[in-house]
């Protein structure tokens, strides 16, 4: 049977992962951050001495490059490098800058395609990213492109990571979240942008359980639930 796929893309901070998890949870499917996968071959840049700017040198890396990805008994989805669990280490503030160059590479975009895809092979799946309605999953069922202010966005980064017990400034934050936002933006491949038949959801004035109850009622309409 087609498995059913859901795509949600937009900006860093906007609340994908979570609210796409949330979505996930309630309707028994399995969610997929790619942001994370991307995370991991930054992680292996850094390792690796490479520069996350380069190309040739990211490219070059992949060879040696295994990830995979396992869902603990905890729900969270784990990513290994070469075998190591590294769900935590690629989290750290810096890894999202070295992601946001790293997955500029085509090379990089094309390594990762086919492993995304597959997992909504596989499983009915909500996926997050920034071009998986364009991209990855051009035929899922329902797209939407969830956003908010860029302050607003700064602001629950900013909460995340002190939760997380990690130092952050709302300042730096946000500078952090425009450069990267305008990086994903204008990169030639694979772009950050919104698929001509994803539904748009700005979140800015909504908390957690309106942005959940908002997005639910967009796919239980899109896809006759
Ligand atoms: O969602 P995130 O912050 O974990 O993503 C980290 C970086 O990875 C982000 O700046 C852009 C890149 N990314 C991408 O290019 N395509 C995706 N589908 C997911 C993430």
């Not at 499917?29 to 996968?37: E, P, R």
């Not at 992601?99 to 895809?117: G, T």
């Not at 499983?123 to 939407?144: E, N, W």
């Not at 204008?186 to 942005?211: F, H, K, M, N, Y």
Request: net charge negative; hydrophobic share 40%.
């Amino acid at each position: 049977m087609q498995q059913r796929s859901i795509a949600i893309d937009g900006p860093a901070g906007a609340g994908k992962s979570t609210l796409a998890r949330a979505l996930a949870q309630r309707l028994g499917y399995l969610y997929v951050d790619t942001g994370a996968i991307y995370r991991t071959v930054a992680l292996q840049a850094k390792r690796q001495g490479a520069d996350p700017g380069n190309a040739a040198q990211v490219a070059d890396l992949l060879g040696r490059t295994e990830i995979r990805m396992a869902y603990g008994t905890d729900g969270i989805q784990h990513m290994y490098l070469n075998g190591e669990d590294v769900t935590r280490e690629i989290r750290a503030h810096e890894i999202s800058g070295l992601a946001s160059q790293v997955a500029a590479h085509p090379q990089v975009r094309d390594f990762l395609l086919e492993f995304q895809r597959s997992q909504a092979r596989d499983h009915d799946v909500v996926m997050d990213g920034r071009d998986i309605g364009t991209v990855v999953l051009p035929q899922a069922g329902v797209k939407v492109f969830l956003t908010a202010a860029p302050e607003a966005r700064a602001q629950r980064r900013l909460a995340e990571l002190l939760q997380r017990g990690q130092q952050a400034q709302l300042d730096g934050i946000l500078a952090d979240i425009i450069r990267r936002d305008e990086q994903d933006r204008t990169r030639p491949v694979a772009p950050l942008r919104q698929a001509e038949d994803a539904v748009l959801l700005d979140t800015t004035d909504l908390d957690l359980e309106g942005s959940l109850a908002a997005l639910e009622s967009i796919v239980r309409e899109r896809l006759s639930l």
